[in-house]
């Protein structure tokens, strides 16, 4: 196919050309209807694009025309058999995933990092999930690859009839897992391998860069391309990559979780990052890999900052690192990662995408400048040479996680009557939310599952040292729903 095209942008443009007398939704009518100060904000260019299924426009749940195109030029760039364009981000690419390949019942096998967007389609689907531990990197407090033996293990452990694997990678610091070997090992046991892919649709445009999935013979993944890849934020794409999935299926199960009036400024932004990607792209990941490589080489050059690099990642046996992660703790000098990347913005307004107890993430991309990288060095080195934020070196954090008693699958707990307790007499209850401390983002507990006395005193601890717990609706923990 002719990866110079964009037939969707193309079609929007000439759509808008034609000035036509337009009685369909969206109501703003182009630029006319718009308020002067988003216009002043935006520009015009965008509301010109904003429009619907009009005449040559196609329609994202029928395509049959230039969205169809659009959507087979995607699949054709990343070595999919099928891809559809996303405007819910990889979030509902994600319930998708689980929606199409397990029914209500019907055992699948789920990392305990992965996404809450795969619990919520676990949710709609009914499914019965059994965990598996990824791997933890405790000097660098990181959770990560997923060990294929692990999954084998688990397959053995009589997971026979366990119909899907759902694993993340790369993870948000850039690990990634051996997607061959455990799609090899799934496809012996009859299921498929489903990744979420949020963070790494870059991976296919350099030799480089670890393998995309795709690349690795998964048989469905979701990519989040405004992530990484240049398109606009909550436009992803949901890929179909092998014969083992039923693409009728997961069209069906995609009306489910996408609006039926899909954004086409998010669509045309995703014909034209891929065209962008297939005319230019490794020439934009060469630029981005320089622009990191470098970071990495001069923030390891300042004292007291750590740097993940590969070197790193070999010796704590991490599979392969994506170096588009940018990754580095000031746990020497005894700065956490929050307070690093609070002090970056304050003092150099230089902002960064992640970070927790002890690290700080940058995703480095094709579209950051020397100039950028510079900015985050010389504000790095400030804050290092600043001794009055300088405490004691912080002591690596140790996790004791314990998988719980499963009482009901999630779909069961989400709809069970509830209550609320204080959270003091949870132990020896079933929980009624997610027990989620961030970081690292591992729930210690799903809806449904049994709060242990030990798992009770793991979450208290967590609460001692002051960590984000994500889930109760009580955001203060005093109280938390539990199932009766
Ligand atoms: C691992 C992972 N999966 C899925 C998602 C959801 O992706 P999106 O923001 O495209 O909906 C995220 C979002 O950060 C993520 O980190």
New binding site residues.
Partial sequence: MDQGRTPLLDAIVEFGNGEPAYFRIPGHRFEQGVSPRLRAAFGDGVFRCDLSEAEGLDDLHQAEGVIREAQELAAELWGAREAFFLV????CG?EAMVLSTARQGERVMVPRNA?K?ILMGLIMSGAEPCYVMPQYYEEWNLWGSVDPEEIRKEFNRGGDGCKAVFV?SP??YGVCSDLRKIGNICHEHGAVLCV?E??GSHLYFSDLLPEGALQQGVDLCSQ?I??TAGSLT?S?LLQIGSDRVDRDWVAANLQMVQSTSPSYVLMASLDAARQELALHGGEMMEKALELADGARRELKRIPGIQVLDREVASKIKIHQLDPLRLVFSARELGIGGYRMQELLYEQDVVSTELADEENVVCVITFANTMQDINRLIGAVKRISEQKEFHGKPLKPVEWTFSLPDKALNPREAYFHKKVTVNWADAAGMVAGEMIVPYPPGIPLIYPGELISREIWQQVEDCRRRGLSIHGPADRSMNTIQIIV
Avoid: E, I, L, P
């Avoid at 819910?88 to 979030?91: D, F, I, P, V």
């Fill in positions: 819910n981000g990889t979030t994600n996404h967007s993340v993870t948000y979420d949020a963070h989040s405004h992530k909550q992803s």
